[in-house]
């Protein structure tokens, strides 16, 4: 189960703003995590690790580095709800072992609201409400139990 508060974000939020593309020469992704939404003042004043991002349409499009994922998960983004996302940055997420919730309603939760995730549910702890969620596919769910598509396929081949 995670809980965390809502570090809300709108409509197409791309990857050059997940990370700037200016950024990417540095040697390692702990090397460019600091620089995560850099030009978000909601993430910088508010982000804590452990909590959760809410977008709304289109979370993670425009190019299909697997930085912008990666540079999430390093700084401890416990998952992200949106009401869709992109779909290369959607895998590249779930291959990194980082969770994503597909909600129709993503958009109705405020920033700084508590939120409390599991497989099957997203409630909102500050307002009491239950949102619908798009039920992750088996397959999905096991690259994330096991923390992505790496440890899931070494955990295959024993």
Known sequence: MIKGKAIKFGNNIDTDQIIGAHHLTLPAIRAMAPFTFEHHPQFITHFTRGDVLVGEENFGCGSSREQAPAVLKERGVAAIVACSFARIFYRNAINLGLRLMVCAEAAEI???????????RLRNLTTGRDYGIEPLPPFVREILDCGGIIPYLRGKNR
Do not use: R
């Open 110 to 120: 405020m920033e700084l609201e508590m939120l409390e995730l599991d497989n099957d």
